[in-house]
């Protein structure tokens, strides 16, 4: 689960030129919530069996709430990395953070399915699923827009331009969905209340076994040199048909701006 700034808010950047996380408000990636109801349908379509669905999202203090709307939405247990360092990490460094997460709970609990949004909201990368299995050692079925599974298997289609793929796997595998994979659920008041007593764990990278070297801007492969603030908006420009050339000179407005 990824905590991403308000698109509706005033995002801004730090003085490293990295997405200030702290200072606006934020909320779980909408995306995000299509990979939450995955996993909750995965459980519930096996009644009977002992499965636990686990929220997990690495950000800073105010990433906690990313988890907790996953609790709301019907998630078992969360768990936050949080730690300074982290701070300014690109797709890789924040892989590694995600998958020494993911060898925890699975020591501690077993995790066979890993499931991610098709993308964030706020940098739309779509590798970290990817770069996830990759150090996971585990096959990767990526962007389902229909996911179906039976004991171990699971079968998704991605569709593509002009076409359909079908393509099965068998159990562990990293998964990302698509928000065309099923309506996400909506946080009842029930939900809402039985978050506040389930298990929500903070982890930092001592936690992982990893160093503060290993992750940050400092040993980011991309980095952002620099931004440009949005320009003010201007008044825009009326176009007058007085006289019956309104359309001419709405034309030669249109082509003047590369519109058509």
């Given at each position: 689960m990824k905590y991403v700034p308000d698109a509706t808010a005033d995002r801004k950047f730090e003085d490293d030129n990295?997405?200030?996380?702290?200072?606006?408000?934020g909320l779980l990636s909408e995306l995000d919530e299509y990979a939450v109801e995955q996993a909750l349908q995965f459980r519930e379509k096996r009644e009977g069996e002992e499965i636990t669905v686990t929220a997990l999202t690495v950000g800073p203090e105010k990433a906690v709430d990313a988890v907790r709307k996953a609790l709301q939405m019907g998630a078992d247990s969360g768990v936050h990395v949080v730690d300074d360092a982290i701070a300014g990490s690109d797709y890789l460094g924040t892989s590694?953070?995600?998958?020494?997460?993911?060898?925890k709970i699975k020591a501690d609990a077993g995790a066979d399915l890993v499931v991610c949004g098709m993308?964030?909201?706020?940098a739309s990368g779509s590798v970290v699923p990817a770069m996830l299995a990759e150090r996971l050692g585990l096959p990767q079925v990526t962007l389902a827009s229909v996911v179906e599974s039976q004991g171990?298997?699971?079968?998704?289609?991605r569709d593509n331009e002009g076409s359909t793929e079908v393509i099965g796997a068998t159990l562990p595998i990293v998964l990302s969905v698509t928000d065309q994979s099923g309506e996400a659920r909506y946080p009842s008041f029930k939900g809402i209340m039985a978050a506040k007593k389930k298990p929500l764990e903070t982890w930092s990278l001592t936690d992982l076994g990893l160093d503060a070297e290993q992750v940050g801007l400092s040993v980011a492969y991309t980095q952002v040199e620099d931004t440009t603030a949005r320009p003010p908006r201007t008044a825009g420009e009326v176009v007058t048909d007085e006289d019956g050339s309104g359309a001419t000179a709405l034309v030669d407005f249109l082509a003047s701006k590369k519109f058509i």
């Amino acid at each position: 689960m990824k905590y991403v700034p308000d698109a509706t808010a005033d995002r801004k950047f730090e003085d490293d030129n990295t997405v200030d996380r702290v200072g606006v408000d934020g909320l779980l990636s909408e995306l995000d919530e299509y990979a939450v109801e995955q996993a909750l349908q995965f459980r519930e379509k096996r009644e009977g069996e002992e499965i636990t669905v686990t929220a997990l999202t690495v950000g800073p203090e105010k990433a906690v709430d990313a988890v907790r709307k996953a609790l709301q939405m019907g998630a078992d247990s969360g768990v936050h990395v949080v730690d300074d360092a982290i701070a300014g990490s690109d797709y890789l460094g924040t892989s590694l953070v995600l998958a020494k997460a993911v060898e925890k709970i699975k020591a501690d609990a077993g995790a066979d399915l890993v499931v991610c949004g098709m993308a964030s909201t706020d940098a739309s990368g779509s590798v970290v699923p990817a770069m996830l299995a990759e150090r996971l050692g585990l096959p990767q079925v990526t962007l389902a827009s229909v996911v179906e599974s039976q004991g171990d298997q699971v079968r998704i289609k991605r569709d593509n331009e002009g076409s359909t793929e079908v393509i099965g796997a068998t159990l562990p595998i990293v998964l990302s969905v698509t928000d065309q994979s099923g309506e996400a659920r909506y946080p009842s008041f029930k939900g809402i209340m039985a978050a506040k007593k389930k298990p929500l764990e903070t982890w930092s990278l001592t936690d992982l076994g990893l160093d503060a070297e290993q992750v940050g801007l400092s040993v980011a492969y991309t980095q952002v040199e620099d931004t440009t603030a949005r320009p003010p908006r201007t008044a825009g420009e009326v176009v007058t048909d007085e006289d019956g050339s309104g359309a001419t000179a709405l034309v030669d407005f249109l082509a003047s701006k590369k519109f058509i």
